[in-house]
């Protein structure tokens, strides 16, 4: 395969061309339907019309004159984030890991403490700070010495939640639905309890919405569907719709902790970046876009869990507006791959669970194409013996 690429990626046999709305072309010519989403980044859909636009025009007057400048730009974005959010204060990355280092680093800025909560299962990137805290040891391995101060907690565990977030915490990060550990909506009574806790014992409460974020659950962000209230969120995948580029949002009174030269990123925040922003943010503005993600979406349970009914290997489908979670009695990779035979390309989320990102803009008509054949993989392939 390749020869100067370090394997770091376990690539399919499929080598990409080209992508338009939801449907991904490879160059010998196939055409699939996209239930992927770039890994649940392209939320508007490949080349949306506005976005390439927005790129296009910035591209040529110039991609990045350093944060020693003032960015117009990076302001105009800050404004409709703050908008949404209702936190007031943007730092610009340009990755999901990137961005909740810098929460973390915040986090124990402001309070003077060490201690960092998160949960078991959980992903917060790769880089030392966010692997520290991503709470699988399959992602450690062979990386020690990992920093320290770092203590995970059971997911949906509230009495747990409630021991360990102590006057020490600095900080505790969590995903409303957990992605890469296999799609795992928090429960409400979960989640409610882990913001009271940590505003009770003066920990900041981080939420990372690097993959629910940008309208993938039906709310510009899921903590908004469950009434959190987050000192910081952090966001990525979706935010540039493709484009590499974070946000790290907090509330108004931590700006004090992050003064000249505490924290930076050289080309966090360049105009190029913004332009992909400024315009994927005004297409998540538009007004009856979130509608239809929720009614495709209950149009995918709909559909997933008649088959579950049926299916004696399916045993869930979990989730929120376009985050779908179909959890296997069995591993589920001769699903997807039977899945791309028939022209669907998707995910897994751990070894049992198929999970399906698709674009926020997907038609109806071609959702409902890629969702027969989901049924159908999953129906052919059958049950295998234990
Ligand atoms: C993907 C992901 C990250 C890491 O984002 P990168 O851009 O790959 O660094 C962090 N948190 C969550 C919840 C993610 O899904």
Redesign the pocket.
């Known amino acids: 395969m390749s020869k100067h690429l370090f394997p770091t990626y376990k690539r399919w046999d499929l080598t990409f061309d080209s992508a338009h709305g939801s449907e991904i072309t490879t160059t010998d010519g196939r055409k699939f339907i996209d239930f992927m989403a770039g890994?649940?980044t392209v939320n508007m859909g490949h080349n949306h019309p506005e976005i390439v636009e927005a790129v296009e025009k910035q591209l040529h007057r110039g991609w990045h004159g350093s944060n020693f400048f003032q960015y117009d730009q990076q302001e105009q974005v800050a404004t409709l984030l703050a908008d949404v959010s209702g936190l007031d204060r943007v730092f610009f990355a340009n990755?999901?890991?990137?961005a909740?280092e810098a929460a973390i680093k915040l986090a124990r800025k402001a309070t003077g403490r060490e201690e960092i909560v998160s949960f078991t299962q959980s992903?917060?990137?790769?880089t030392y700070g966010?692997m520290a805290a991503t709470g699988q040891a399959k992602i450690h391995e062979g990386y020690a010495p990992l920093p320290a101060g770092f203590t995970y907690v059971p997911y949906n565990d509230p009495e747990q939640a409630e021991k360990e977030i102590t006057s020490d915490t600095a900080a505790v990060i969590v995903?409303t639905i957990q992605?890469?550990g296999g799609v795992v909506p928090g429960e409400q009574a979960f989640l409610d309890k882990v913001n009271e806790v940590a505003n009770a014992r003066g920990a900041l409460f981080i939420i990372?919405e690097?993959?629910?974020g940008i309208g993938r659950t039906g709310e510009p962000f899921s903590y908004q569907k469950y009434g959190l209230r987050p000192d910081i969120v952090?966001v990525?995948?979706g935010l540039g719709n493709g484009f590499p580029v974070?946000a790290m949002m907090g509330r108004e009174d931590l700006q004090t902790y992050f003064g000249p030269g505490s924290h930076g990123t050289t080309l966090g925040g360049n105009p190029l970046a913004m332009a992909a922003v400024h315009a994927t943010l005004e297409i998540l503005n538009t007004p009856g876009l979130l509608d239809a993600v929720e009614n495709k979406s209950k149009r995918v349970f709909h559909t997933l869990r008649n088959l579950c009914d049926d299916s004696d290997i399916v045993t869930e489908v979990r989730g929120a507006g376009l985050m779908i979670g179909i959890v296997c009695e069995q591993p589920v990779a001769p699903i997807l791959t039977k899945m791309q035979e028939k022209g669907v390309v998707a995910l897994p989320a751990g070894e049992k669970v198929i999970r399906l990102l698709p674009p926020l803009t997907i038609s109806e008509e071609r959702l409902a194409q890629g969702l027969d054949i989901v049924t159908e993989a999953i129906k052919e392939t059958g049950k295998t013996k234990a």
């Open positions: 890994i649940g990755s999901g890991t990137e909740n992903f917060h990137g790769r966010s995903e992605g890469e990372d690097v993959q629910t952090t990525a995948k974070a």
